[in-house]
């Protein structure tokens, strides 16, 4: 089969790579519809994360069910299911507490022999704790916007339940890739008055309104808290998302919370030194981190499939398989927002 292997930074390759099969009895083998390129992903390939040469990449697919281990009881073969970034068991108590981006037994897709999701097939472990059948085989319309919910959704979601976000709220989302996109979504369907986006791009501002962003600031930085500030009458925002994790991004997140506001971040930190001065002084939290994506999923794909929302909107590249290494370099040159994969 064909699967996306990492080299070298900036090299991505689709290689052929061994067939996954069922190697233990909570296993399954899942046929992929879709997969994207996440903005994670560009950490190793921009050469910022350690990598481990021709090793597999991605981790947010959709796709059928072709085979079942034999304790498999919640999906069977031609169910069509989202796969959530992050592999769980379901039993352990921190799957119990809504934590499955945390479960004991499973660190994540990609270890613990799980696959990759930028290929022809994947082997899930876990699967009853991992994967969520959709009803029925949806419409290919729909594909996109349950591709998200494996990871970006669910993401954006946990920064603005992180953020504790609550009706009539004015909230801050800072990054405008997919995830902070989503973001910008969440807080809305939880009913934030005002939903300020920080986005310099045309294409990413005309995504956030049509998510429910009611004001954009295009400024970064110093000017950026200034912007906000004179909007909110010097008071700040009720919470704010981060969606980056860059110290650049946390200093204005921080800058831009009202005293009592929590921080919910989701972006993988980089360099992030967090301001303990300014929370303690000013009675600012922080909240979140990897977020349980399958703990969001049912409620979110019912969101989808009712037409509630289409967070597929992000998606505004799709690629076939053999171009992914176009799909990162335009991700990496801010040519695309997301980019999604077709086997």
């Not at 499973?106 to 897709?109: A, D």
């Not at 959709?134 to 996109?144: E, K, N, Q, R, Y």
């Not at 912007?227 to 919470?239: I, K, R, Y």
């Given at each position: 089969m064909r699967a996306t292997t990492i080299h070298a930074p900036f090299d991505v390759r689709l290689s052929e790579v061994p067939d996954p099969v069922i190697s233990k009895p909570t296993d399954a083998i899942v046929k992929i519809v879709a997969g994207c390129i996440c903005g994670s992903d560009l950490w190793p390939y921009r050469g910022e994360n350690k990598i481990t040469p021709g090793s597999r990449i991605g981790h947010e697919y959709v796709g059928v069910v072709q085979e079942i281990g034999s304790d498999v009881r919640t999906v069977k073969p031609g169910d069509f299911v989202v796969t959530p970034f992050v592999a769980s068991d379901g039993t352990c108590p921190n799957c119990l507490a809504g934590l499955q981006s945390v479960c004991q037994n499973?660190?994540?897709?990609g270890s613990n022999g799980a696959d990759g999701g930028q290929g022809e097939y994947a082997k899930v472990p876990w699967a009853d704790g991992t994967l969520?059948?959709?009803?029925?085989?949806?419409?290919?319309?729909?594909?996109?916007?349950?591709?998200?919910?494996?990871?970006?959704?669910?993401?954006?979601?946990?920064?603005?339940?992180?953020?504790?976000?609550?009706?009539?709220?004015?909230?801050?989302?800072?990054?405008?890739?997919?995830?902070?996109?989503?973001?910008?979504?969440?807080?809305?369907?939880?009913?934030?008055?005002?939903?300020?986006?920080?986005?310099?791009?045309?294409?990413?501002?005309?995504?956030?309104?049509?998510?429910?962003a009611t004001q954009i600031i295009a400024e970064r930085g110093d000017e950026a808290t200034t912007?906000?500030?004179?909007?909110?009458?010097?008071?700040?925002?009720?919470?704010v998302l981060e969606c980056v994790g860059t110290n650049q991004s946390f200093e204005t997140a921080f800058a831009v919370a009202r005293p009592g506001a929590t921080v919910g971040f989701v972006g993988v930190p980089h360099g992030v030194?967090?301001?303990?001065?300014?929370?303690?002084?000013?009675?600012?939290?922080?909240?979140?981190?990897?977020?349980p994506a399958r703990a969001y999923l049912p409620d979110l794909m019912a969101d989808v499939l009712s037409g509630e929302i289409n967070p597929g909107l992000v998606f505004d590249l799709e690629l076939p398989l053999d171009q992914v290494a176009e799909g990162y370099k335009a991700m990496h040159e801010r040519r695309a927002i997301k980019v999604l994969l077709r086997p």
């Open positions: 499973i660190v994540g897709i969520v059948a959709t009803p029925a085989v949806p419409d290919d319309s729909l594909v996109p916007s349950l591709l998200t919910l494996s990871d970006v959704m669910g993401t954006g979601w946990h920064a603005a339940r992180a953020a504790r976000v609550k009706p009539g709220d004015t909230v801050v989302v800072v990054g405008d890739g997919a995830v902070g996109l989503c973001g910008v979504l969440a807080a809305s369907r939880m009913g934030a008055e005002r939903v300020v986006a920080l986005s310099r791009h045309e294409p990413r501002q005309k995504i956030a309104r049509e998510f429910g912007a906000v500030m004179e909007l909110t009458d010097g008071v700040g925002a009720d919470a030194e967090v301001p303990i001065g300014r929370m303690f002084s000013r009675n600012v939290g922080l909240a979140g981190g990897v977020a």
